[in-house]
């Protein structure tokens, strides 16, 4: 059972454009959902992250919009640059003994073409 | 540079061998955690440990065992590999009441 679900599987958006990706959860328990960024062979790295109490939180061209009634998230990545090609995964936390425990989504590869 | 450090980097097993992936981080974090990434089914957690002494199962723990006997170390053991088991494995930790996991450089490993 797919605890948080991400879409698209891949994207390919022109260079400028705008980059959407999608993701949703089940478990109201989730408190803190952050996105990250993995180049190939690296390990991931945090992009942004929101906490359920805001809708919206914008940091440079990445932005993350929440929609806490339904249970979704999406991180827009605006005038997007070939340098934003990656693979990018949506996660869910929820509290388990002081610490975040993140459950993350399949992964979005995307490619900006220049 | 403080960090995550794995090692090896990659490694070739035989199955049925018994492995040990070594994970050390020196950023003090209390929690930290085991994932394999497969394509097309992103991160999934094996074992965590929200301090030291303390282990918990992920969403795929079976295979795999894991100790924490200090706040640095945490090695993910395969105790007898299986084919199933061919992956990318990335260790992570976290600073306690935080949400941002920091990840290591991966070890990615073949069992034939």
């Known amino acids: 059972q797919q605890q948080v679900k991400q879409s698209p599987q891949s994207l390919i958006v022109q260079k400028g454009g705008i980059s959407i990706i999608n993701c949703a959860y089940e478990?109201?328990?989730?408190?803190?959902f952050p996105w990250y960024q993995q180049f190939p062979g690296k390990g991931p790295a945090l992009l942004i992250a929101?906490?359920?109490?805001?809708s919206e939180k914008k940091e440079g061209r990445f932005t993350i919009s929440f929609n806490k009634s339904a249970k979704q998230f999406s991180l827009h990545i605006m005038d997007s640059q070939p340098g934003d090609s990656a693979t990018y995964f949506c996660?869910?936390?929820?509290?388990?003994?002081?610490?975040?425990?993140?459950?993350f989504g399949r992964g979005t590869s995307l490619i900006v073409h220049p | 540079i403080a960090g995550i450090t794995q090692a090896p980097t990659s490694q070739i097993l035989a199955a049925g061998r018994r492995m040990t992936l070594r994970c050390t981080q020196d950023?003090?974090?209390?929690?930290m955690y085991w994932y394999r990434q497969d394509l097309g089914l992103g991160l999934r957690l094996i074992h965590y440990s929200n301090t030291a002494g303390t282990t918990g199962k992920g969403e795929v723990p079976d295979g795999y065992s894991v100790s924490r006997a200090n706040t640095d170390d945490f090695p993910l053991t395969l105790a007898s590999a299986v084919p199933s088991q061919t992956s990318v494995y990335f260790c992570?930790?976290?600073?306690?009441?935080?949400?941002?996991?920091?990840f290591g450089q991966g070890t990615r490993l073949t069992v034939v």
């Open positions: 992570a930790s976290s600073a306690q009441g935080t949400g941002e996991a920091f």
């Open positions: 478990n109201t328990a989730f408190d803190y």
């Open positions: 950023m003090r974090h209390n929690a």
């Open positions: 929101i906490r359920p109490d805001v």
């Open positions: 996660a869910a936390s929820m509290r388990s003994g002081g610490s975040y425990i993140p459950t």
